[in-house]
């Protein structure tokens, strides 16, 4: 897929290591609108703390990404740094520096090379073109294994609107990190308060709802840049239901690059959907299922095939939300392992082991306190996480 | 050691393998002043409940333990296991059955063989001795490598008092569980509630203190018995500086088996020290400490013995309390590895590294917020632990 008025580069700039692309440019004719989600990590990286101040505007012209290096940890000079690769980009272009955001992803505490990403410029601007997209995907991989790239078309008002989005995932070759970033393109003509507040809660049933080991980086990004070359009607205060077309869209294909990060977690061989229903409220549900979701005793049962639902109880009764153990059902799948707080015996427990020789695996948990639902997705623990993230640089 | 007045005893009964002790009873000669603290899971397995009920009298008898089975998420049919196996105590050596504790270890969701605990209930009894207490103390244990004993002695007002006490860690042989379990033995003579007070305020400091995977048991219980044959004068609210002797020694003791657990965490290869000076407040410090413990980022770079400090500093970022990153301070040891939030360059980490090839590991964060300090003591994170909580059953 292409968009109009968008165009993308990436080069190998050597930042880390030669020969592998790591650097990024995203690329818009005219400045455009552009809203962004950002780490709540109180320790944040430069980019991260440069680019939420610029883009109060809410507006940008161009997106320059760097892996090898977070620039996290790095003080005043991590600071001038980032100031410096995005007027470097900003002149290169011709444009304002403060239309430039930039994004990183790596080793923390390490200062950033900035003679490599100077040098590096004129190739990355040269390269400009509409047909990189998947290209900078690959640049801003660290330990994922694919790239992650995402595309939908929604008509709205007879207009065919486009997205384009990409994503890297919970990967560290290198020390200390876990970042994820994504970046969105779309056409949509559509006002900033709108755009912010569709990323905003697209995020939080998709990006929000990922795990894989509860940590939280201090560089996590996603850019929405929307440049109306659709030509569809502007999607304001008053078209609430244009705007909601655009989130439903918008917001499934945010879960499409989440969903593809969990199954490309560090050392992950299963991707697993925890869902509480019957939950009081969405946020009691969502505190159950993150709980669950992150509690390496479960994830430790899914690597082996284990159907341990007494590991999953164990979990829910330390999440700090009230329920009566006495009335919860558990599924695994189709598989009904626990019914009113009670194992349903031996057949039900093959049954259930049945179920976690699969790739994907859903569980269910209904609390029967409410009428909400939340899922929460992950991975299961495998050895190689533990090699991936010990032994990385011995 | 021994306590006059105490007799312990410990038998193979068979309750989920055979030959392997896996059934303990810890009696005293008469009714005495007992206190305990209990998970703090709302799926609190049937004999916390029982014994959370009965403790209200402040007094107990005997202690039955089990390993094999956590009589957990056992419903109903759980809870009468419990009374039953407590009858068959009481009436083994002719006392009520409210003054019987009991205490489970094992598998969740599988109903207490109790036909076994009743069939070895004679040969229990008559084995009970002064001098079993390490046999009780080897009863309990699941995936633990060791028993875990510890002994005390101080002098209060010329009276010589002692304790004993004994712990089982994070180990499971079995699915579900990460129990931990302690019982202590004292001769002092000290009323309830100054026990009680001294117990709680010496957990908090200690076992409250350790944590192997951030998972909470259902199962976990720590119970003392003080039967006053030291002779001392009575321990009461007028007798402060007895008690605070009293609760210095009771929490060195529970530390040491505290400790223990640690060193023997399933898969431990590293004992580590998270300690957080310079915080507002002990909850803020704590708070911090206990998410920097809890990283499976930060325990796997341990295991690796890589001084990766950058993973600590996003840890504590996402830990909900405030502080100023830009004035942080880092050591390993005695090594200062980040000064005022900036790493120290290659000389400091290799230094730093060479402090993770020990055994014991002290990291000292210094906040400089304020005038708290608090320890939190966790293991390393290996490829053990994956494997054994993985793979049991297969």
């Not at 165009?7 to 455009?32: C, H």
């Not at 090898?68 to 740094?81: L, P, S, V």
């Not at 019914?339 to 609390?367: R, S």
Request: glycine share 8%; proline share 2%.
């Amino acid at each position: 897929m292409k968009i109009k008025g968008f165009s993308t580069s990436a080069v190998a700039a050597g930042i880390r290591y030669a020969d592998r692309l790591d650097l990024g440019l995203i690329v818009s004719d005219t400045p455009v609108v552009t809203a962004g989600a950002f780490t709540t990590n109180q320790v944040k990286a430069a980019p991260v703390v440069l680019d939420m101040e610029r883009l109060q505007q809410g507006k940008a012209q161009a997106i320059l990404v760097n892996s090898g290096c977070a620039n996290a940890c790095t003080g005043e000079a991590g600071m001038q740094a980032a100031m410096a690769t995005s007027q470097c980009v900003a002149q290169a272009l011709g444009i304002a520096d403060s239309l430039v955001q930039v994004s990183s992803t790596g080793v923390i505490g390490e200062q950033l090379n900035v003679e490599a990403i100077q040098k590096a410029m004129p190739q990355l601007v040269a390269g400009l073109s509409p047909d990189h997209f998947e290209l900078v995907a690959k640049a801003i991989m660290t330990t994922d294994t694919i790239p992650k790239t995402a595309y939908r078309t929604v008509l709205i008002a007879g207009k065919e609107i486009r997205f384009m989005g990409m994503a890297k995932g919970a990967g560290m070759i290198m020390p200390n990190m876990a970042t994820m970033l994504a970046f969105v393109l779309t056409d949509a003509k559509i006002h900033f308060p709108q755009l912010h507040e569709s990323l905003i809660r697209g995020v939080s049933s998709t990006f929000n709802r990922i795990t894989i080991d509860g940590d939280t980086s201090t560089n996590d990004m996603i850019l929405v840049m929307a440049n109306g070359t659709a030509e569809n009607t502007l999607i304001d205060e008053n078209e609430t239901n244009d705007q909601q077309l655009f989130e439903m869209t918008l917001t499934d294909l945010l879960r499409d690059l989440a969903l593809q990060i969990v199954a490309d977690g560090e050392g992950a061989t299963k991707c697993i959907t925890i869902r509480v229903c019957g939950a009081r409220t969405v946020l009691e549900g969502e505190q159950i299922a993150r709980t669950v979701a992150n509690s390496n005793l479960v994830k430790t049962a899914f690597f082996g095939e284990d159907a341990n639902w007494g590991r999953i109880i164990a979990a829910m009764g330390r999440s700090g939300i009230l329920f009566s153990p006495e009335r919860v059902n558990i599924s695994f799948g189709e598989v009904l392992i626990v019914h009113n707080g009670l194992g349903q015996g031996k057949e039900a427990e093959t049954a259930a082991t049945a179920v976690l020789k699969e790739k994907n695996i859903v569980v269910t948990i209904d609390l029967k306190d409410g009428a909400a639902t939340v899922e929460v997705y992950t991975c299961d623990f495998s050895l190689d996480y533990v090699k991936i993230n010990a032994d990385y640089r011995s």
